[in-house]
């Protein structure tokens, strides 16, 4: 849950799953992170990581491929209008695992579920916090 609160939010404690330092290092460089963020990288000093079990891994990395096919809801009110996130288009679930090669049984599912509603749990909240401030 961890995991997709951290997507959800982008901030910390995470952002995303870390299987290859040296990579993601290579790519915060290429796209111009700040040398000391690299730096943190290489040397493996980087606390800003969420761990994903290996059970739950294909989950999640299915989630984190499902990044734009949320259902939205517009909502209007004196404070203005804005754009909340109502759950996953499960249309398009079986099709992304499938394209993914990833095993969409029973568990997984089950799995996917447990995200999607930290996410839209930690959504919440930060529409909560954005409304009071």
């Known amino acids: 849950m961890a995991a997709a609160r951290a997507w959800a939010t982008g901030r910390a404690p995470g952002q995303g799953i870390v299987t290859d330092r040296a990579g993601v290092a290579e790519d915060l460089e290429f796209f111009g992170a700040p040398p000391e963020i690299v730096a943190q990288y290489r040397e493996g000093k980087s606390h800003d990581e969420v761990e994903v ?46 394209v993914m090669d990833i095993d969409l049984d029973a568990e997984n599912f089950a799995r996917l579920r447990i995200l999607e509603s930290a996410a839209l749990e930690a959504w919440g909240e930060e529409m909560t916090r954005s409304l009071k401030a």
Do not use: C, P
């Open 53 to 98: 079990h290996h059970d739950n891994v294909q989950a999640f990395v299915l989630f984190d491929g499902l990044g734009s096919q949320w259902r939205t809801q517009t909502i209007s009110g004196k404070g203005g209008t804005v754009m909340m996130r109502t759950g996953l288009d499960y249309g398009a679930v079986e099709m992304a695992a499938r």
